[in-house]
T-cell receptor, first 114, second 113 residues
Framework: GAGVSQSPSNKVTEKGKDVELRCDPI?????LYWYRQSLGQGLEFLIY????????KSGLPSDRFSAERTGGSVSTLTIQRTQQEDSAVYLC????????????FGQGTRLTVV | GQQLNQSPQSMFIQEGEDVSMNCTSS?????WLWYKQDPGEGPVLLIALYKAGELTSNGRLTAQFGITRKDSFLNISASIPSDVGIYFC?????????????FGKGTKLSVIP
């Protein structure tokens, strides 16, 4: 596609429910990143994919968070048993190769846990 | 982990004025990036810097990679209303095979017409 596409753009969920966030990277981009942005804060790294593998998962805040990528393209970030502190904007980015740090971001998914 | 200190946190300027913001790091980076984020949107890449001392322009924007590799600044000349938004610096260090970007907390720019 022309840009990084994320869905849904907004998600409201009840505490304790599971959520799935989707990212469609730019076609041909092999590197994919998930970041989290809390209100008034910078971006916090969550996980990095090169192809379908995730060599860096160091930013995932707990074992309730997981992510996968299939076909070297679409990625899904799953949050299980959501908590109120999970409320944030989740941003996905992609770049052409793993050596290219010029990452292009999607518009984000605003997650609200009530 | 690496820490980025971005300043100022916010600024109000008159249309037509020049703007300067900067980031400092507790450790060195190989790459500095500057992004702009509009409300409800993801960050958009403005300028990428790859070499210590490098000075790069993109229209009215100019950014520099500090010679110590621990700092960078972004200047905007002759500001216009559409410059409003949050500007983020981001750094990358390729040591230990890391590919994550470390972001500053942003500078919120308001332009008074």
């Amino acid at each position: 596609g022309a840009g990084v596409s994320q869905s849904p753009s907004n998600k409201v969920t009840e505490k304790g429910k599971d959520v799935e966030l989707r990212c469609d990277p730019i076609s041909g981009h092999t590197a994919l990143y998930w970041y989290r942005q809390s209100l008034g804060q910078g971006l916090e790294f969550l996980i990095y994919f090169q192809g379908n593998s995730a060599p860096d998962k160091s930013g995932l805040p707990s074992d309730r968070f997981s992510a996968e990528r299939t076909g070297g393209s679409v990625s899904t970030l799953t949050i299980q048993r959501t908590q109120q502190e999970d409320s944030a904007v989740y941003l996905c980015a992609s770049s052409f190769t793993r050596g290219n740090t010029e990452a292009f971001f999607g518009q984000g998914t605003r997650l609200t846990v009530v | 982990g690496q820490q980025l200190n971005q300043s100022p946190q916010s600024m109000f300027i008159q249309e037509g004025e020049d703007v300067s913001m900067n980031c400092t790091s507790s450790s060195i980076f190989n790459t500095w990036l500057w992004y702009k984020q509009d409300p409800g949107e993801g960050p958009v890449l403005l300028i990428a810097l790859y070499k210590a001392g490098e000075l790069t322009s993109n229209g009215r924007l100019t950014a520099q990679f500090g010679i110590t590799r621990k700092d960078s600044f972004l200047n905007i000349s002759a500001s216009i209303p559409s410059d409003v938004g949050i500007y983020f610096c981001a750094g990358h260090y390729s040591g230990a095979g890391s590919y994550q970007l470390t972001f500053g907390k942003g500078t919120k720019l308001s332009v008074i017409p």
